[in-house]
């Protein structure tokens, strides 16, 4: 099992900055894609950004130009950089990692609320 621990979130206002972490921690797996996804009060789950262990990255629309996924694979870290923010971004994310090919993992979620 991977284990993923996030940090980052927090109260900004809108056209404010965030950025989150997420660590992965154990040992004899292979990366293969992380990447972060967030839910809203009654909505369902949905990709923000995700980077492959070739470095191809994928933004949704709604984030593309304003978010930027980062990582350190020394560290087995992925960053989000949160930019311009919105009210609508306000959701909880969460860190996503696939790994070992058929396996996910997935973070506790941080909470990240852009007041208008």
């Not at 809108?14 to 921690?25: D, E, K």
């Not at 009654?42 to 304003?66: M, P």
Request: charged fraction near 15%; glycine fraction near 12%; aromatic fraction near 10%.
């Amino acid at each position: 099992q991977v284990y993923l621990v996030e940090s980052g979130g927090g109260l900004v206002q809108a056209g404010g900055s965030l950025r989150l972490s997420c660590a992965a921690s154990g040992s004899g797996f292979s990366i293969n894609r992380r990447g972060w996804y967030r839910q809203a009060p009654g909505k369902q789950r949905e990709l923000v950004a995700h980077i492959t262990s070739g470095g191809i990255t994928t933004y949704a629309d709604s984030v593309k130009g304003r978010f930027t996924l980062s990582r350190d694979n020394a560290t087995n870290t992925v960053y989000l950089q949160l930019n311009s923010l919105k009210p609508e971004d306000t959701a909880v994310y969460y860190c996503n990692v696939r790994y070992n090919l058929l396996r996910d993992a997935w973070g506790q979620g941080t909470q990240v609320t852009v007041s208008s």
